[in-house]
């Protein structure tokens, strides 16, 4: 057993998701000797860093997405480019495949990162022992007999986990969370989605395109609340062209498995009995955080009536020393934003001044077309009662979405009517995942939508269109 030096730290990360593994380095950047303890595992049980996001989220559903969509696109659009493809098929176990591998290769990444910053990398799941001289302690399970780390710092970042149906339980077979729902081994002929979020939307995609008949249940009365409704409308009409049916305002009544398959029982938004038959069922109505076996009482550790760890706004939780970041804590549950928590906190651990602007956090789903946005949407600056100009662009009328035969969509752009400032912008279409970037640099740097309007783009380009979004606030953007 290593001594007791040995396992002293300056900070203990626990967790290895992208807030933790980010934070992790950063301290260790900023000259702080840090541990970062995680439990992952991969399928031959050795350490598989990168949480949630890397292992059964963000980074396997991106590369499903990747190759469902080549597919589509070889089936349905490539004869629009004189391409012909007299047959195609599925190797879907050779997709799933590529998947791990895309996987594998991030949890190597991660590894390879914590060696060249002198992380030390635990591997077992980290849970909170009774303070001692002042430090606090953090055991390791199954990283040796009486494993226990010491420091004055430790940051919690044990993210989330799928919230299951009341009375309804994952069996990771028929009834599947995200983690099931990315290694279904055959195209079911009949799924359910029940939650029309993010994790439903971009899955049932993907096996919308592989082949399935997907329906998505959704309890909510609108679709996509938290996007702006303009942009939320245009996403459904392409979704439901595309194939996917959307049911809003239901109430799930009863889930029956039989021998063929799944029964669904639901009343719709008139309250009229309905069923669902289908092969497979994903449940995708959120996530809940991940405090489980954390043992946070031993130290004092509060929760919430969410269960969510209580923070202050700089990640600092009640108990000195003690902090926490993503999806344990308050805020969107989101990776990118989980990262910016976590440089926060390093740095002020270190001694700087950390700082996370919530409201310039992006949102994406990375469907097809992709939806993106950022800041306020119209209907909360109505509800505000803030007065606004608002300038739009449809993709129609961009060269480079023409060239590329994908034109559905646009970008709008709000600004305050007296000020400019930009308040927020949003968009649905052809890769406005990667051009949000620029709407997130301007609200950070307070700019206008002027600003944005006389910065030269790049010809032709889908960045164009947020400038002539930003030019139509003012009523002249030139190519419409």
């Keep these: 057993m290593a001594s007791s030096a040995d396992n002293r730290f300056d900070v203990i990360v626990i967790g290895a998701g992208p807030g933790g593994y980010t934070g992790a380095i950063r301290a260790a950047q900023l000259g702080l000797r840090v541990a970062c303890v995680d439990a992952w ?68 990444g991660i590894l390879y990162l914590f060696k060249k910053n002198r992380v030390t990398f635990f591997h077992g799941p980290g849970r909170f022992e009774t ?11 199954g990283a040796g007999e009486g494993m226990v780390l010491t420091a004055p710092h430790v940051v919690v970042a044990t993210g989330s986990v799928a919230r299951p149906l009341p009375g309804l339980a994952f069996d990771e077979k028929r009834v599947l969370s995200n983690d099931g729902a990315l290694s279904i081994a055959a195209v ?45 409308r245009e996403a459904h009409k392409q979704f439901t062209r595309q194939g996917l049916k959307i049911e809003l305002g239901i109430a799930i009544e009863s889930v029956d498995s039989g021998a063929e398959g799944l029964r669904v029982r639901y009343q719709d938004s008139a309250k009229k009995a309905q069923q669902l038959e289908c092969d497979k069922l994903i449940v995708s109505i959120g996530r809940l955080p ?32 003690i902090w926490a970041i993503g999806d344990v804590v308050r805020g969107p549950m989101l990776a990118h934003k989980a990262e910016e928590e976590a440089v926060a906190v390093a740095e002020s651990i ?40 608002a300038g739009t662009f449809p993709f129609a009328a961009n060269g480079r979405a023409r060239a590329m035969g994908d034109t559905a969509g646009l970008v709008k752009c709000l600004a305050d009517a007296q000020t400019d400032r930009v308040l927020g912008v949003h968009a649905v279409g052809p890769l406005v995942s990667e051009l949000i970037a620029e709407a997130v640099l301007a609200m950070a740097f307070r700019a206008s939508s002027e600003d944005i309007a006389r910065v030269c783009h790049a010809h032709p380009t889908l960045s164009e269109a947020t400038r002539e979004a930003a030019l139509a606030v003012e009523g002249r953007a030139l190519n419409i």
């Design 41 to 108: 595992r991969n399928e031959k049980g050795g350490p598989a860093p990168g949480g949630t996001c890397t292992n059964i989220g963000c980074i396997p559903s991106k590369a499903l997405l990747h190759s469902s969509e080549n597919f589509e696109n070889a089936r349905r659009h490539f004869g629009d480019h004189g391409i012909r493809i007299d047959s195609i098929a599925i190797d879907l176990q050779k997709m799933l495949a590529r998947k791990s591998t895309v996987v594998r290769q991030n949890n190597e």
């Design 188 to 232: 079911p002929q009949r799924l359910g989605v029940i939650g029309a979020g993010v994790v439903g939307l971009e899955l049932g995609s993907v096996w919308r395109r592989l082949g399935s008949e997907v329906t998505l249940l959704e309890a909510l009365p609108a679709f996509l609340p938290a996007a702006d409704e303009q942009i939320a």
């Design 290 to 321: 991940n405090t489980e076996g954390l043992n946070g009482e031993a130290v004092g550790l509060k929760l919430d009536q969410r269960g969510f760890i209580e923070v202050d706004a700089a990640c600092r939780t009640s108990i000195e020393g």
């Design 131 to 141: 303070d001692a001289a002042g430090l606090h302690r953090v055991s390791v399970a």
């Design 350 to 389: 270190a001694g700087q001044h950390g700082h996370v602007d919530l409201e310039t956090i992006a949102w994406v789903i990375y469907t097809a077309p992709e939806i993106a946005w950022v800041g306020q949407t119209e209907q909360q600056l109505k509800a505000s009662g803030r007065a606004y100009r």
